[in-house]
C-alpha cells in the first residue's frame, strides 16, 4: 500500500496571519509558521538575516517593500511567532520537535 501524504492545511484561514503595512489598504496573509513551504523553512533557518523578507517575497509579494524601518519589521516578526506558537529564541523548525 502507498502512503499517500496528506493536503497541506497552509491556505485554510485559521492557520494564517493577516496583516496590513501603513500606506497601503490591501490587507496581505501568510501561513503560520507551521505551515511554510519546508523548503523555504530551511532557507529561512539557513539565512535568518533575510529570513523575513524570503517570507513576504513568497507569500505577500509587495509587502516587503512597504516597511520602512527595522522597528517595524522586528514587530511584524515577533507578532507572527506569536501567533505561530514560537518562543523567542526558537525556530519555525525546532517549535514542530
Same mark, same amino acid.
Given at each position: 500500500?502507498?502512503?499517500?501524504?496528506? @493536503?497541506?492545511?497552509? $491556505? =485554510?484561514?485559521?492557520?494564517?496571519?493577516?496583516?496590513?503595512? %501603513?500606506? $497601503?489598504? @490591501?490587507?496581505? $496573509?501568510? %501561513?503560520? +509558521?507551521?505551515? =511554510? @513551504? %519546508?523548503?523555504? +523553512? =530551511?532557507?529561512?533557518?539557513?539565512?535568518?538575516? =533575510?529570513?523575513?523578507?524570503?517570507?513576504?517575497?513568497?507569500?505577500?509579494?509587495? $509587502?516587503?517593500?512597504?516597511?520602512?524601518?527595522?522597528?517595524?519589521?522586528? +514587530?511584524?516578526?515577533? +507578532?507572527?511567532?506569536?501567533?505561530?506558537?514560537?518562543?523567542?529564541?526558537?525556530?519555525?523548525?525546532?517549535?514542530?520537535?
Amino acid at each position: 500500500m502507498v502512503y499517500e501524504v496528506p @493536503k497541506s492545511q497552509a $491556505s =485554510i484561514g485559521q492557520n494564517r496571519f493577516e496583516f496590513t503595512v %501603513p500606506g $497601503s489598504k @490591501k490587507t496581505f $496573509s501568510i %501561513p503560520l +509558521a507551521k505551515y =511554510i @513551504k %519546508p523548503a523555504l +523553512a =530551511i532557507e529561512m533557518a539557513a539565512n535568518p538575516a =533575510i529570513s523575513t523578507k524570503s517570507l513576504l517575497d513568497h507569500y505577500a509579494q509587495g $509587502s516587503w517593500e512597504l516597511f520602512e524601518s527595522a522597528d517595524q519589521l522586528e +514587530a511584524f516578526g515577533a +507578532a507572527w511567532r506569536e501567533a505561530s506558537g514560537i518562543g523567542l529564541g526558537e525556530s519555525s523548525a525546532s517549535s514542530n520537535s
